[in-house]
């Protein structure tokens, strides 16, 4: 369905503005389908995002400008985020032995575990935004994506 008829838009749009409609609305659609994934996880985009970024450190703990630097929304509070998944036992939080200053934080089994069984789900998620485009189409609009946004 075009953009203006998702926002039932009675005047004609300006093609840039188009382009800015469409990837908002799609973001959107993606990340309100991607919510209803983890509803009954308990978890949140970004807190999923920060265990994905702990479970790729490979055991290694990670410290909170890591973590920050690694968010796909770095506007994201990560002390909240992390306070949030220690309550929820997915994390621990522990002082630097080497810097008092530097906070050290790694995914537990728990937090694993969880990832585990979101795994399927997620990517079931994401190929399904894909499955009306070929795989050539899908690899010209991750290049075009990069491109707009690198601007």
Do not use: W
Request: hydrophobic residues 35%.
């Amino acid at each position: 369905m075009k953009i203006e008829d998702e926002i039932k838009s009675t005047v004609a749009l300006d093609i840039s503005k188009k382009i800015i409609l469409n990837v908002i609305y799609t973001q959107n659609v993606i990340t309100d389908n991607f919510n209803e994934i983890l509803k009954p996880f308990d978890i949140s985009g970004e807190q999923y995002n920060v265990l994905r970024i702990l479970r790729g450190q490979k055991g290694i703990p990670a410290n909170m400008c890591v973590i920050q630097e690694r968010m796909l929304a770095r506007t994201s509070n990560t002390t909240r985020l992390v306070d949030k998944l220690l309550l929820k036992k997915f994390v621990t939080r522990n002082v630097c032995p080497e810097n008092r200053r530097k906070i050290e934080v790694l995914i537990t089994q728990k937090g694993l575990d969880i990832l585990k069984e979101l795994d399927p789900k997620v990517i079931e998620h994401e190929q399904s935004f894909s499955r009306n485009l070929s795989s050539s189409e899908v690899e010209q609009l991750n290049n075009l994506l990069e491109k707009y946004r690198n601007k």
